[in-house]
């Protein structure tokens, strides 16, 4: 029996679904369509027309519509209110039985609304629920149901279509004519559809409206894990490049006339963008409480609080609309905040440059009182009150530098830092005064504009109480966006934005600038090593290595573009005098007698430099521009130049010991770590200029007029063109120092013209002591070591010594030759014996000085020389005497004087001698060689 009604009760569903799935393709629904277009008329409050209806009985019964319009009210414009693809209406059961059609509730599947503000203030939104509710006596209309699925939100303001907009609308609409309740949960994406971004996240509204008379707005707006990344350019249309994730939950209530929020926001990950995610969290919970007043155009804010860390910030005050623009009047406070807190924000907010990763962590700790007055259009703020500190310290590499108590003033368009003292030292006090300036609107004349005192020729400075003049940013600063922007302490003041002036809104406004700030550090009267220790506690590493004695003023501003921000520009001066510096791998201090350094941006000038180490002085200007792989640029002179003492200058070359002070150098305690040091000083030097001294000697030699081309890089040190004048002659030279090796290696190409042959005769025998005539030499020598030893051992070289009317004076070398071999004796020359040209090649090896076979002619008389000279003077010569041809007269008895000697007399006037000896006192030795190779006649 039981099994009987099963297959009754199975059979009855079979027929039911096989009814329901038949019915709908037998029955007609275009009879239908005027009726559900009025019930969906009456349900939506706008006009319908509906494209291809067909019935459906599962899983309840009621239509499927495709390609449905819902036409808009002619108040809000053409466009319709929203366009569906398709729509699943399903019917309530019990208006069937009474013979009617009441809609239950609504599917929406790919639907397109749009939400239309008008320019009286009205939404379009608001007359889906007839503000009267249903006419007496009328029959009471049943809750209609609205689902959308994937649907879109389109927001205008009168004909114009915003680029904001809502996709991925999920979620139901109740309308409760009856009641006149519209309720609601739905979900959606935000997008902007005029920059491409990607959504910051879902929101999500539920709750209710009354849209009645006197009726109100109770819902709850919530997101969860938005991207304040997407969400900035989202509402602003700028994207400033700010990462951050928030969670919000704001209650709405009131009216869509006076609506009021209560809302909760947590903040956190807030970086830049382009930065590592931060270590921590740092939240930032705000709390706001806010009503707007539609007709009146004003939003309120009633008790807003920021909590950073341990510091609460709080903002009262309102917002109005005036015409196309925004109008703020607004107070924003804080009572004791952290400046650390606010610090902390900062720091992931805005990019350090990368020459500040040296500082390590740096940052400003204490406490801060705040009250300042925001008002004005938004697009001009003007800002008023005052901001003061007290118990502050500035915090670098972990120490704590004391913060006189200061204050910050806000007026107008700008905030300044009063004269503050930051103790670095006990020994060191550092004043900082700063501005920052916001942005001026554009020019725009405006009636009853006063001149400002540059107009009238009047230029305005400002002085501190620290001595410290405080500029104003010119347009360099504006325009600047890498390199260097030309400010200094010296630069143009900015009209109408001077320190205690005061602007009202008629009076004239300047061009548009951009946000800059800018901080001026100053020291008076510092030590040069109270100023080194604390750089080095700061960790510049070019101070670890240092030393410093001395006096020292100096003024340095850093300024820079405020929003976005971009590496600070860096400009200042110093001056240093009386002042002694220890470098690493000097054996002597760099004296500085005076020395004014220039910084402006990426340009760097010391003038005058006027500095001595050892016994010389030096004077001139250093410079360098552009990046660090730049090159320095000097022009130096010196009045002398002793090379052999500047050798002893280099520890390096080991020639002295070092400086006493030097040692106390922390990192520099021994001999190796201070060569260390400096070899890794020298590795970085990089450098090309001009060097002029009117005299440089060596061991003797005394090269005056000097001038050449230096260029120091990548340890080489190159003089290029060097001229100078040496004895009588003139010279020039190309030497290169390579120190890349174990040991340095020194080349020159050098070039003497005009050397008076007498002005050597000191060195020559004491028969060539009024020896007169010019002489030309050139050639290459290359020699390495430090010490004069290695260097005497290691020279070599090559070169040319050119004679020229060389007038032998009293010496006469044919009678000497002849006497020395017993020949006889010569008639005396009627004429001074000269020697035309001569040309000796010469070669320095082994540490001697070697002279190549030369021939010399002598009034028909010839020699050949040869031979070496040592180092020490000690020298050996070999000369070759042809006097068969000579045409002077022979005198004295013998074959010897006989005036026809015989052609086999004649064959044995020619012999060898040796001379040895030192050089200014040889000694010559015949050597009979009746072989001997006699010199052929040219």
Known sequence: MKRLRYRRFALWALLILLAAWLLPSLLSAERFRRRVEARLEQALGRSVHLGSISPKLLPRPGFSIDNATIHEDPAFGSEPFARVDHIDCDLALLSLLRGRIDLAGLRLEGATINIVRSSPGHWNVERVVPAAGPAPGSRKLPAI?????????????????????????????????????????????????????????????????????????????????????????????????????????????????????????????????????????????ISVKASLDRSAARLRFDDTIADIGNSRVKLSGTVSQTGSEAMLDLNASAESAHIEDVGALLARLVSRPNSWAALGTTGVAGLADAQIAIQGPWSNLAYSGLITTHSARLIVRGDNLPIADTVIRAQGRRFDLAATRISARPDLVVTAEGTLLLAEPEARAEPEARAEPEARGEPEARVSESGIRNPEFGPALASHTGGHAGLNADSGV??????????????????????????????????????????????????????????????????GRGWPPAPPVLSGTADVRAAEIGLPGLSRPLEIRQARVQLEGDQVSISPATFAIGSSLFAGRIEHVGARSHPWTFNLRSDSLDLAQAASWFEALGHRPPFEWLARIPGLGTLAARRAAGTTLFNRLNARGEFTAPLVTYRGVSFRGFHARVEVGQRVVRIN??????????????LTADLTGSLPTLSADFSIAGLRVENWASHLPPQLAEVRGSARLEGRLSAEGTSRAQFQSTLEGRGVLGLGNVDLGRFDPLRDAARAADWGDLAPSRTPLTLRAA??????????????????????????????????????????????????????????????????????????????????????????????SVPARP
């Open 145 to 285: 149901s609205i689902e959308v699925q994937d649907a879109r939100l389109n927001f205008k303001e009168g004909s114009t279509k915003k680029p904001f907009t809502i996709t991925g609308l999920d979620g139901r609409v109740t309308i409760d004519r009856a009641a006149g309740v519209v309720s609601f949960d739905v979900s959606g994406t935000p997008v902007r559809t005029d920059l491409g971004l990607p959504s910051p996240g879902r929101l999500a509204l539920a709750g209710s409206w009354r849209p009645v008379a006197g009726g109100g707005l109770d819902a709850t707006l919530r997101a969860r894990g938005a991207l304040l990344y997407d969400w900035i350019p989202l509402a602003t249309g700028r994207n400033p490049g700010i990462y951050g994730v928030f969670d919000a939950d704001a209650h709405l209530t009131g009216s869509l006339g006076r609506p009021a929020a209560d809302a909760q926001v947590r903040l956190t990950q807030v970086r830049r963008w382009e930065s590592l995610p931060p270590t921590g969290e740092l939240p930032v919970n």
């Open 494 to 559: 900015h009209a109408g934005l001077k320190s205690g002036s005061t602007r009202s809104r008629s009076q004239a406004r300047e061009p548009s600038l951009s946000p800059g700030y800018q901080v001026t550090l100053a020291v008076r009267d510092a030590t040069g090593q109270s100023m080194v220790e604390f750089a080095r506690n700061l960790g510049i590493a070019a101070a670890r290595d240092l030393d410093a004695r001395g006096q020292v003023a100096a003024t340095l501003e850093i300024a």
């Open 721 to 734: 063109s060097a001229a100078f004048r040496l004895s009588s002659g003139q010279g020039q030279a190309d």
């Open 839 to 932: 040309t000796l090649d010469l070669e320095v090896k082994n540490q001697r000085l070697v002279v190549k076979p030369a021939r010399f002619e002598f009034a028909g008389a010839a020699f050949e020389l040869s031979g070496t000279c040592a180092f020490d003077q000690s020298a050996q010569f070999e000369s070759i005497a042809d006097l068969r041809h000579v045409n002077r007269r022979w005198l004295g008895s013998g074959d010897a004087s006989d005036a026809h000697e015989s052609s086999d007399a004649e064959q044995s006037r020619v012999t060898r001698f040796l001379l040895s000896g030192p050089l200014d006192a040889l000694n010559a030795t015949r050597e009979d060689q009746a072989s001997a």
